[in-house]
């Protein structure tokens, strides 16, 4: 198997499925409505955006990608949050993947230069959204294609950029162990000197006392975009939870697969040592 084309078990009917509350059709339409707006309206303006100086452009970028998640219908939970950069090497902030709605959700708090596979260019709105925001594309079909995108990554690292990756790969639903983190992106990390800041993403169903990861924002295997979108606004009462955990410096560890080790099994853990007021939305 090619180590660059990792692979989830996880499938729409076995994983992607709504056990909760769900709205009508008439307030799920308008709910959609309102996501893709919005999401429309952040792609055409992005140009307008990168007038702005550093510091008032990521305001707005997370005021936006906040508002995005909250118009699908979705509550947003952030515990934590991430050290100020104070120039020098960038973040490499590393995440679990879930889910189309990582990407805004991530934005909301870690906004970054995303790493994502070459197809999304191609993506209609998200595509165009993507390129502007600085995405760094990767051709995943093509093993010969990873030292590019590591030295792509480490480029922008040395700059002083904030980058965004999925090191598992693929999606995976959440209900379970997720993938293996691939440490590629990691060796850009250790090459730029630069700090890993590991981040835990989750969906909950209802009711609020007792909730439990929820399948309906699951976006895995050949789920297609439009079906996951509807199963997002109707399933009601889901809540996108984001915990930023302590950030690791890469120099700490001995090479790129102990970083990568260290990195999972941190974001695998729900022992994250976070103080209580951390917690916001």
């Known amino acids: 198997m090619n180590p660059w084309l990792p692979t989830s078990p996880c499938t729409p009917p076995g994983c992607a499925r709504h056990e909760g509350p769900a709205r009508g059709p008439l307030p799920a339409a308008v709910l959609l409505f309102a996501g893709c707006a919005l999401t429309l309206t952040g792609a055409l303006t992005a140009p307008l955006a990168l007038l702005l100086g550093p510091a008032h452009r990521e305001r707005l970028i997370r005021a936006w990608a906040h508002g995005v998640v909250r118009a699908f219908g979705v509550q947003v939970r952030v515990v934590g949050r991430p050290d100020a950069h104070r120039g020098g090497p960038g973040v490499l902030v590393v995440a679990n993947h879930v889910s189309w709605l990582d990407i805004p959700l991530i934005a909301a708090v870690c906004p970054g230069r995303m790493l994502a596979k070459s197809d999304i260019r191609h993506w209609p709105v998200l595509g165009a959204l993507a390129t502007l925001g600085g995405t760094l594309f990767v051709e995943r079909e093509r093993l010969r294609a990873l030292p590019a995108a590591v030295h792509a990554i480490a480029s922008a690292l040395r700059g002083g950029a904030r980058v965004v990756v999925f090191p598992e790969g693929s999606t995976w639903c959440g209900r379970g162990p997720g993938g293996r983190f691939r440490p590629a992106a990691f060796q850009a990390a250790i090459d730029a000197g630069a ?87």
Do not use: K, M
Not at 233 to 258: C, M, Q
């Open 195 to 281: 700090t890993v800041q590991p981040v835990r993403v989750r969906y909950l169903g209802a009711p609020a006392g007792h909730r439990v990861p929820a399948g309906a924002a699951a976006f895995v295997g050949d789920d297609p975009l439009a079906v996951s979108l509807w199963r997002v606004v109707r399933a009601a009462g889901l809540t996108a939870e984001i915990v930023v955990l302590p950030p690791i410096p890469a120099g700490s560890v001995r090479d790129r697969r102990a970083l990568a080790r260290l990195a999972q099994s941190t974001v695998a853990s729900d022992s994250a040592n976070l103080p209580a007021e951390s917690v916001h939305h």
